[in-house]
């Protein structure tokens, strides 16, 4: 256990000790990105589970994060509700709706169960796009500053700590999950999801609940999303945000839980740093994820993964040698 805390406190600590090394230029707005990247990473830690873990290939995870946002928008923003209750009804909607979307689309398979999920995806927009007396339409709906029992969440410091904090609570609850029994029955269904069902697994439950759960990771960050932007629109939630998760998730890699980090942090600083192909974005998107799947499969995660465990390796053998050629001398 001291082992363990000790391990993360030395990954967790850049995270609670960065909003001191950016102060300066800019600092505000490094802080806002820094956020994002945790709302945003949430939502890759729900992905993971779902296509990484378990091989479901849904593209619904925009949607999700839209119905979290939206019920956070107009619970909070128009009808004066509290902001964890408007969180944990967001919550409570997208489990119905996946509920029902998973059963819908159970068998079927990769591609398949892809088009499935875009098209609900579709459904999902065009409603927020064909209602705009409720969505607010183009004009978007305001929403107030993030409140938990009195306490407001004003600035961006305060949403920095309270994004990274849900972030990396998510992340670990995942990271034990998928270490336990649970995790690889995951893993097996997803490496031969027949052979998986001969075994005893129920193949169709666990793809039930693995999808319920990436629904509700992707409705908190929504919810923390409109909070954090103060407004939402329509065209946030569109089939744009559906590729760029998919785009942050294989370009992270899978598998990993903190890969999808990984993922968004270069989707969000890569913008700022190739400002002047902002307009070819969806061009050099498309590109990079292609060139992605073909060579590096488990994405940048999983090349310093394998880094890692080649580094380790040859350190085990030079220790092991070491120790070998000290215990001949002594004889």
């Not at 169960?113 to 978007?140: K, N």
């Not at 969000?268 to 050099?284: A, T, V």
């Amino acid at each position: 256990m001291r082992r363990r805390i000790a391990k993360y406190g030395i990954i967790l600590s850049p995270i609670y000790i960065l909003p001191l090394l950016l102060e300066g230029t800019g600092y505000e707005y490094l802080i806002g990105i820094f956020t994002l990247i945790a709302i945003f990473g949430i939502v890759m830690v729900g992905y993971d589970l779902l296509k990484g873990y378990a091989g479901v290939f849904s593209v619904a995870q925009f949607a999700f994060f839209g119905i979290g946002a939206y019920c956070s928008a107009l619970l909070t923003g128009r009808c004066g509700f509290p902001h964890i209750l408007a969180l944990i009804i967001g919550i409570a909607l997208s489990l119905g709706v996946a509920l029902f979307l998973g059963y819908s689309t159970l068998r079927l398979q990769f591609l398949y169960m892809a088009i499935a999920t875009l098209a609900f995806g579709e459904i999902f927009y065009r409603i927020l796009v064909g209602f705009p007396g409720v969505t607010g339409g183009a004009v978007g709906v305001h929403v107030p500053p993030f409140s938990i029992l009195g306490y407001t969440f004003i600035t961006d410091i305060q949403y920095y700590y309270l994004t990274w904090s849900i972030a990396v609570v998510g992340s670990v609850a995942a990271k034990n999950a998928v270490a336990s029994g649970w995790g690889r029955v995951l893993k097996a269904q997803n490496t031969d999801p027949i052979a998986a069902g001969c075994m005893g697994i129920p193949v169709a439950k666990v793809t039930i609940h693995v999808f319920l759960i990436s629904a509700a990771y992707a409705s908190v960050a929504g919810s923390l999303y409109a909070h954090f932007q103060n407004f939402v629109v329509p065209h946030q939630f569109s089939l744009v945000l559906a590729m760029d998760l998919i785009f942050m998730l294989f370009m992270g890699g899978i598998q990993t839980i903190w890969g999808g980090f990984i993922g968004v942090t270069i989707f969000q600083i890569l913008p700022e740093i190739l400002e002047f192909l902002l307009d070819y974005r969806p061009f050099f998107s498309g590109i990079i994820l292609v060139v992605i799947l073909i060579f590096m499969p488990r994405g940048i995660a999983g090349i310093l993964t394998r880094l890692w465990t080649d580094v380790l390796g040859k350190f085990k053998v030079v220790r092991k040698l070491i120790l070998n050629a000290s215990q001949t001398g002594a004889k």
